[in-house]
């Protein structure tokens, strides 16, 4: 019944050998649309093309595409499917994503005290002291800035300020002030960022030293 009905359609020459490596279930549905739909020709043509595709898949080959559609096989068997579209982001009256406002804010606070955090930390292995300010206290930064985030057009880093003190006041010994190899451990303490608490030569370790952001 299947074979009559491909001889009836014209212009299409379909091997037997094509036939055995197409599942039966795409030839069907290929036929279903020639009667469906009707144009004959065009739809007979676009299942010769497909079938093309599976054949070529069953040399050796496991996966392949075609447009929007992906072809693969699985236990001998040829399974089409659709490609998943990637949905874009979409952000709201244009404004930062959550992530985006604290990783702001955190930059700024980085770049209002980027002298003293450069002689407070090692710098990074690829990177620089303010690399790696950042990621020993991004935890902290984003827990004090997390009230700022609808905020952040218009931040100001004495705010930023602000709310770091707040923020050592209520959880002592957390964010780190200095840490760096040769001098003693220093934590924000209630009373804020002072230059005063950068590590000197009195201190431990020594004047010398590459101190400079890469």
């Known amino acids: 019944m299947l074979h009559s009905t491909i001889k009836q359609c014209h212009n299409v020459r379909i091997t037997e050998h094509a036939l055995h490596m197409v599942s039966i279930w795409s ?5 279903y649309l020639c009667t469906t ?16 595709i599976v054949r070529s898949l069953a040399i050796g080959k496991a996966r392949k595409s075609a447009g929007n559609m992906t072809f693969r096989t699985v236990r001998g068997r040829t399974i089409a ?3 998943r579209a990637k949905k ?6 244009g404004k930062l994503t959550k992530r985006e406002a604290l990783f702001k804010m955190a930059s700024m606070y980085i770049a209002a005290h980027r002298a003293d955090i450069n002689v407070s930390f090692d710098r990074s292995m690829y990177g620089s002291a303010g690399n790696n300010f950042y990621r020993i206290n991004k935890a902290f930064l984003a827990e004090a800035f ?3 985030v609808d905020s952040v057009a218009t931040v100001t ?3 930023l300020d602000a709310a770091m003190k707040s923020y050592a006041s209520a ?4 964010v780190y002030r200095v840490k760096r190899t040769g001098f003693p451990v220093k934590y924000l303490s209630n009373a804020g960022w002072l230059s005063s608490d950068n590590p ?3 201190s431990g370790g020594s004047a010398g030293g590459d101190n400079s952001l890469g």
Do not use: C
């Not at 030839?27 to 036929?31: E, G, I, N, Y």
């Not at 020709?41 to 079938?51: A, D, P, S």
């Not at 959880?171 to 957390?174: E, L, V, Y």
């Open 88 to 93: 874009p982001i979409t952000r709201v009256d």
């Open 81 to 83: 499917s659709e490609k």
């Open 37 to 52: 739909i009707g144009n004959r020709i065009g739809i007979l043509r676009w299942m010769y093309i497909y079938m093309a």
């Open 157 to 159: 880093v004495a705010e």
């Open 171 to 174: 959880h002592a010994n957390t």
């Open 146 to 148: 997390e009230s700022k």
């Open 200 to 202: 000197t030569p009195a």
């Open 27 to 31: 030839v069907q549905f290929s036929l």
